[in-house]
């Protein structure tokens, strides 16, 4: 079926207008065409990021019922969209690769300041949808996962999930030295400083103390610093950050958490050098085990090349 975008019709939403009664009757069907690879726009196969693209008069839009290899739902590929890095999207929930720079969610004290969650409000707009819900945060200067509901029953089984510490998150992180041994456990007892906004050593008698659970394992060694990789068990805010440091590890750029005695050696990073590389949940909907992986930004990997040189050069 062919379809010419009319003048009247200008300006309109791709999801919407084939929506139309005249067309495919429903929204739903509409976002599973398009899912499914069975709409062309000019000849242009269209993908979920372009459901809220405005139509322009004399364009045309062809449905493909019968398209070879669109009888199932395709697998979603991470792609970019309204100044997102978006790594996963259905009805359910969005997997979004935060850069560093930039809030997760905006705070009380700097609501001034556009976050991620304020993006992602955005970009949900577009598409005639409700404002995200937050399901978990990761810190400004901190790369990587992270992942939103969009409905008040996906933001429930996913918060469900993070609190029965169900879901696998798993950091890299750059530091000063090399923990030993190579590969353990770091287990801490944190209380978070609400004056100070800081995660701090917790006496075992301080009812407000609460268990901090790491697996660490050393990826690379390099002239000073190494690679490690990081299992959370649980989600304390600046866990990983906090822990490397007390272990005479802190991360390279830390700037709150290095303690006696300092590093020697500085190492020129503008950031903590910590990304969230890997996380693993349950879909909230489907109950199937989804995995996900955010490339390392630029400024981790000219960091990683940089010490692997000075390695190369010895």
């Given at each position: 079926m ?27 069907r ?6 499914r690879?069975?709409v062309?726009?000019d000849?242009?196969?269209q ?5 809220g693209?405005r139509?322009?008069?004399g364009?045309?839009v ?6 070879p ?12 969209v309204?100044d ?6 259905d ?10 720079g930039l809030l ?7 609501s ?13 707009r ?19 996962l ?5 409905t ?18 798993i950091?890299?992180a750059?530091?000063?030295g ?12 944190l209380?978070w ?12 008698r ?29 989600g304390k805010r ?9 272990r ?17 050696r500085?190492?020129?990073f503008?950031?903590?050098a910590l ?6 949940f ?7 085990w989804?995995?996900f992986?955010a ?10 090349d ?9």
């Open positions: 062919h379809w010419q975008v009319s003048a009247k019709e200008e300006g309109s939403r791709l999801d919407k207008w084939l929506a139309a009664a005249e067309r495919l009757g429903s929204r739903s509409a976002l599973a065409a398009i899912e690879g069975k062309l726009l000849g242009v196969e993908t979920v990021a372009d459901c693209r139509l322009r008069a364009e045309t062809r449905l493909w019922m019968d398209r290899g669109t009888s199932k739902r395709r697998p979603f590929a991470p792609r970019r309204s997102l890095d978006v790594i996963y999207e009805d359910a929930l969005l997997v979004i690769a935060k850069p560093a997760a969610v905006s705070l009380q004290r700097k001034y300041e556009t976050s991620l969650y304020d993006k992602v409000a955005d970009h949900l577009s598409q005639g949808k409700r404002r995200p819900l937050v399901v978990h945060r990761i810190d400004r200067d901190t790369s990587g992270v992942v939103f509901a969009k008040p029953a996906a933001q429930t089984s996913l918060k469900e999930q993070f609190e029965k510490r169900q879901p696998e998150r950091y890299w750059v530091v000063y090399s923990p030993a041994p190579d590969s353990g456990t770091w287990r801490d007892l209380v400083d609400r004056d100070h906004l800081v995660q701090k050593p917790a006496r075992a301080d009812a407000r103390a609460k268990e901090a659970v790491s697996h660490y394992r050393v990826l690379e060694k390099y002239q000073g610093a190494s690679l490690i990789e990081v299992r959370l068990v649980t600046n866990q990983i950050r906090i822990q490397a440091g007390l005479g590890h802190p991360l390279v750029g830390e700037q709150m958490y290095v303690f006696e005695p300092a590093p020697r500085q190492i020129d503008a950031r903590q990304h969230a590389y890997r996380l693993s349950r879909h909230p909907t489907t109950n199937k989804l995995s992986e490339p390392l930004p630029d400024d981790f990997s000219s960091l990683l940089r010490l692997r040189s000075s390695v190369r050069g010895r």
